[in-house]
């Protein structure tokens, strides 16, 4: 299979080279790094919604649309990516996503154990060290291809990636900064300092060859680079990135596998609830209440809050409801069912 | 009829990329399979297409998101797309709650009848055999 050692490549072709491989009927892995960062949605998010179009402009920081699945992410050059192109019809792609991703990410996790690292796979698509995410990764098909894109993160600016997202409020983020700060790690903190781009790409190297066999390095073909400067007219503007995506009608960040910051709204007759959670392995991590409608006794709702925390997300309607009765808490225009709605759409 | 815990309709047309399509005159109906949506797992977003879009047979023409997988659907037959399921935007969990229902994907007027000819049936040997294999490939 063709090779193809980029290196440090410009920040839009980062992205282009993988999308025009496809096109092109062609398979390979591409290792890289983008030279200057920049915020990359998945294909069918909302960037205006996901994204503070406004910051990232102030800044000078491009926002890109990929076509493979997942969510706003902030890229750059300390991230070493992969990009693995293979026809629909390639044996290692064949089965479920799952087995898919299980298969081709074993050879990030086995380049996380070279570097010493207990690193293990996480379905459905994350490699996780210390119970914690150190690579990223989405897929999708292009073309008659499909396409698996992730990365190794040696160091992550923790707070470039907050402060790019869009966001109902500053409380929200301050919850995604401190659940990022604590379920995404990077080699830097795992090993005291980041290794070199470069030994982590030979190692990325030996451990894919062993599972898609004997790699060729190519430069990369004349045809690719056409093509990727095709795309970019197309994919730098603003109809693609802009165009409409999923408008959820809650906020969610997405943190790793299984776990999620999420604010949802209601409208209860009794006035509106607002619950901001984190949800991990569908129970509730962390719980904030808060709305304009009345709670008696007071500070009942933060007890409440603090009650939920642990208890599974499928109960929150009965564990609600047992809360009401054992306190005798009243809230008018304001049912458990309500409290569990504004809840249930965590989901 | 019933394969495993799966249904497929014996009035429909079948795929191998897992779809249905139901022939009403020239106006076909495109889904995904029960077995289709038991593989994508949870879809969380549905692209739907623009009527009065003309497809080839085999040309993609919509996309699903579900497990942070970009999948592509494939137009059964070539022709104009005359309607989408825009309920799909709001909803796109119908097509797993009821892939034969209210989780169809979109309309065709389709171009040329001889597409059907390159479609299975429920009834079809080859049909059972390319589910028996799927169900393989999938452990499902």
């Known amino acids: 299979m063709d090779l193809y050692l980029l290196g440090s490549v410009s920040w839009l072709d980062s992205q282009l080279i993988y999308h025009a491989l496809p096109r092109l009927g062609l398979e390979g892995l591409i290792l890289l790094w983008p030279e200057s960062p920049y ?158 781009r470069a030994r982590v790409q030979e190692l990325l190297v030996r451990r894919f060859s062993e599972v898609l066999g004997p790699l060729t390095p190519r430069p990369l073909p004349e045809e690719v680079r056409l093509e990727a400067h095709r795309l970019a007219e197309e994919r730098f503007s603003d109809a693609w990135l802009l165009r409409r995506g999923m408008r959820l009608p809650v906020r969610r960040v997405r943190i790793a596998a299984g776990r999620q910051v999420v604010q949802s709204v209601h409208k209860a007759a009794g006035g509106l609830i607002r619950a901001t959670t984190e949800v991990a392995d569908g129970r509730f991590v962390s719980v904030d209440l808060s709305g304009d409608f009345f709670f008696y006794p007071p500070r009942a709702l933060d007890e409440l809050a603090s009650h939920l925390v642990g208890t599974p997300c499928c109960d929150a309607e009965s564990t609600i409801a047992a809360f009401y009765a054992t306190k005798g808490i009243e809230s008018p225009g304001v049912t458990p069912g309500d409290l569990a709605k504004v809840l249930s759409m965590l989901r | 009829m019933k394969i495993g815990p799966y249904t ?123 589910i028996a294999a799927e169900r393989a490939k999938y452990q499902k």
């Open chain 1, 39 to 196: 915020v990359c949605i998945g294909y069918h998010q909302d960037a205006e919604q996901e994204v503070d179009l406004s910051y990232c402009r102030a800044c000078g920081i491009p926002v890109f649309r990929r076509e493979v699945g997942g969510g706003a992410v902030y890229l750059d050059g300390e991230q070493v990516f992969y990009q693995l192109v293979l026809r629909r019809t390639h044996p290692l792609v064949q089965g479920s996503k799952e087995a898919l991703y299980r298969r081709l990410l074993e050879p990030v996790v086995l380049t996380l154990h070279d570097l010493g690292l207990a690193a293990g796979y996480k379905p459905v698509n994350d490699i996780l060290v210390g119970g914690r995410k150190i690579s990223g990764n989405g897929a999708g098909e292009i073309a008659d291809s499909v396409v698996l894109v992730g990365n190794v993160i040696l160091d992550f600016n923790y707070e470039m990636m907050v402060r790019v997202l869009r966001v109902p409020d500053e409380k929200f983020r301050d919850k995604v900064h401190k659940s990022l700060q604590e379920n995404l790690t990077t080699l830097r903190r795992e090993l005291g300092s980041a290794p070199d």
């Open chain 2, 8 to 130: 497929f309709p014996d009035d429909l047309y079948y795929d191998r990329e897992h779809n249905w399509a139901r022939v009403d005159g020239q106006t076909v109906t495109q889904g995904l399979t029960d077995f289709g949506q038991a593989i994508a797992g949870e879809i969380i977003y549905i692209e739907t297409p623009r009527v009065g879009r003309e497809v080839k047979q085999g040309e993609a023409f919509m996309s699903m998101e579900s497990g942070k997988w970009v999948g592509r659907v494939r137009a059964m037959v070539g022709g104009r797309i005359v309607a989408a399921n825009d309920a799909l935007e709001f909803d796109s969990t119908l097509v797993n709650s009821d892939p034969y229902g209210a989780g169809w994907l979109a309309r065709i007027d389709m171009a040329d009848p001889a597409d059907l000819g390159r479609l299975m049936r429920a009834s079809d040997p080859a049909f059972a055999e390319f």
